[in-house]
């Protein structure tokens, strides 16, 4: 992740530019008019869509991003403008097309489920006049960028000619050039770097039915070979992503939770781009984009992605090292505004001496939701409370061995006698505590959503442990 974060890529997007309209509201009732359910719009959003949520994901991830595409004279393309320059996304080289429509798609949800969508656009292939004016302008950046993503929704953007010659540009200029393929004719992206198709437009493309690893790595190997791709990637789903470079490689998937697949494949375009130019081999860009499309799948809508939501997703399974699991109060506020769909826990203590018992109280806790918090007491707290003896261990050896446990997700030293500043900073779903606190006031309990009371391992404390190697 540190490679990532120390490289701040310049990346061009060309592609179907739309905008992602969602009506969001809930449904008690069935229509009398009709036997169709009635829906109580309670609020209202647009983002951007297609090409568009690959400008996000990028924006997202930290990228400097310039986007190509061709939009209608009317509102939609006006507001989609509008939203591109608030990115700070330059949106002066958009070409705008004389009665063509700005494609927006438009979405109920219905008590997180989508009820209906219904479409405004214009598909038909742009004009000669609007390919010239889009080839002209990718010549113009195209020295400066580190890759280029081409994002196909099939609207209209990319005719065959105009993306041979996109293809050939980028090959001139030795740019990585990066394909979310569209329709069942994937000839017109020969060249590329490489393509991402999903197993069913994959299947579709070749003719070839994928139902296991030897039909997916006969359509992988096609693709590859008969497109002249550096690579060539077809995404699973649920089962992770393949990659057919000198050798077919599986990547499994790490999401834990799917609401909503809408825009995994982007993220996953945006992931793969955003990876290799900061320098990262295609194995581990591979494995990014799964992690990234893991965070993305577990909200509803077309969603982003950020490094920092993909850092604590691969922390709440099992990741990272321990040192980077251990930040300050101020690292974890930051963190935690990403972590919008995620369940926090948190609880507290000195953890002197790690002991089994400390490690089945911990793994309990984590239970209860998805991320684990510790907040762990400094060495002048824990004086403080229990007297100049202790602690035994110092904090930073205290902190990374609790960092190194599986079940805890982060560790988050304290100055104060009471975590009460930290809570208050976190703000936890869930608060836990030791079965001792039954009856007794938890500090932090008006903070968080709810309070969980662990029993300890009978017979196992620190201070036990301490005074049987005293006696000795």
């Not at 400008?55 to 986007?67: D, R």
């Not at 980028?170 to 490489?194: F, N």
């Amino acid at each position: 992740m540190d490679r990532l974060r120390a490289y701040k890529p310049n990346i061009l997007v060309i592609g179907d530019l739309m905008l992602d309209h969602y009506l969001w509201g809930k449904c008690e009732r069935i229509s009398p008019e009709a036997p169709v359910q009635v829906v109580d719009v309670q609020r209202e959003t647009t983002v951007l869509g297609g090409a568009g949520n690959i400008v996000n994901n990028l924006v997202s991830l930290g990228a400097n991003v310039t986007v190509l595409s061709v939009i209608g004279d009317d509102s939609n393309g006006k507001e989609l403008s509008f939203m591109l320059q608030s990115l700070g996304v330059d949106a002066n080289a958009l070409v705008h097309q004389s009665g063509r429509k700005t494609s927006k798609k438009s979405r109920v949800i219905a008590s997180h489920q989508q009820v209906v969508r219904y479409d405004s656009e214009s598909k038909d292939d742009i004009t000669i006049e609007s390919q010239s004016a889009l080839l002209k302008a990718c010549e113009a950046w195209i020295e400066g960028i580190d890759a280029i993503l081409l994002s196909d929704y099939g609207k209209g953007v990319f005719t065959k000619a105009f993306t041979c010659k996109v293809i050939e540009l980028a090959k001139r200029y030795q740019k990585p050039i990066l394909v979310d393929p569209k329709g069942d004719d994937y000839s017109k992206y020969k060249g590329a770097t490489l393509i991402t198709p999903n197993k069913k437009e994959a299947s579709v493309a070749t003719k070839i039915s994928i139902v296991d690893d030897s039909s997916l790595h006969s359509a992988g190997t096609l693709l590859r070979n008969e497109l002249s791709l550096e690579y060539a990637i077809i995404t699973l789903s649920e089962e992770g992503i393949a990659l057919f470079g000198e050798k077919f490689e599986k990547f499994p998937t790490v999401a834990r939770e799917v609401y909503d697949v809408t825009g995994a494949g982007d993220t996953v375009l945006a992931s793969l781009g955003y990876a290799l130019s900061c320098g990262l081999s295609i194995q581990e860009a591979v494995m990014f984009a799964n992690e990234a499309a893991a965070v993305v799948v577990g909200k509803l809508g077309s969603a982003t992605v950020t490094l920092d939501e993909v850092d604590a997703y691969v922390h709440s399974l099992r990741g990272g090292t321990s040192e980077s699991k251990i930040k300050t109060k101020k690292q974890i506020v930051e963190l935690l505004k990403n972590l919008k769909n995620q369940k926090i826990v948190f609880t507290n203590g000195c953890f002197d001496i790690l002991h089994v018992g400390h490690v089945k109280y911990l793994e309990v806790a984590k239970s209860f939701g998805d991320v684990l918090i510790v907040g762990l007491n400094s060495d002048e707290s824990i004086k403080r409370l229990k007297g100049e003896s202790r602690p035994i261990n110092p904090l930073e050896d205290r902190a990374y061995i609790l960092a190194s446990l599986e079940s805890i997700s982060y560790v988050v030293p304290f100055e104060e006698d009471t975590p009460y500043e930290l809570i208050s900073a976190i703000l936890p779903d869930v608060l836990v505590k030791g079965a001792d606190y039954e009856g007794k006031e938890v500090v932090g309990s008006d903070i968080a959503k709810e309070v969980r009371l662990v029993e300890f391992v009978e017979g196992k404390s620190t201070t036990k442990i301490i005074e049987r190697v005293q006696q000795k």
